[in-house]
């Protein structure tokens, strides 16, 4: 089966944002509001409401200073910790690439969140705590790719900064761009090997952790959130175990002191 990924050329952004709006109208998304020194301004960072967003770097290269656009979204991660540290399996890597998540499982414990490298899921915070509340994150429109169509982000690209298709093929196309203009591109592709490797791949000019993109190993995530995750549930186990002892304990003094108390009011 075929393993999809994205290829993000950031050479080619212009910060037109039609991805962004395109991601929104597809996943049926509300605008926000935000503002800056009085001026409403692009949202300042992904949530449950924005999946998928075009940040704005200002990044001196020498004696220029220029405008670099980041991308940035679910990495979709060949070894997601996300999913490995779910207890309820909400979050899974589907074979043909995507991480997609299943609210209906959710349970709102936020591992997600801390476990991911990159930052992505996003609590619903407009729901509150105690009111079903849900994580959020771009699932790789899963169910455009099922149907034979690409993600509406790289559909609406017009710059042509985002590829879509078989990740092994991406990557030779990527190598193929820096070997061609070498003078143009950072000889790395950001996603190729990090944490194990991504469905998100991108080219750039500058380094990528000035473009805001982390600098992590080949290392995946998991080999260390699966060896949390072994203590983690038998300990809530015990723990909870240990809590109900508890309670019945304080239960059965409770009733013995009624049961005295009532004997003494007969007398």
Known sequence: MSRYAMLIDETRCTGCRACQVACKQWNDLPGEQTRNRGTYTNPPALSAKTWSMIEFNEIETGDK???????RGCMHCEHPACASVCLVGALHKTPDGPVVYDDSKCIGCRYCMSACPFGIPTFDWDRGLLNNALIRKCEFCVDRVSNGLIPACAKSCP????AFGEREQLIAQAEARIEKNPNKYIKHIYGKDEVGGTSMLYLSSVPF???GLPALGTTPVTALSEQVMEYTVPFALAWGATLAGVAAVVRFRNRGKRIVENEKSET
């Open 65 to 71: 200073v220029g405008f670099y656009f980041l991308k």
């Open 209 to 211: 952790d000035q473009l």
């Open 159 to 162: 710059s042509r900064v985002i």
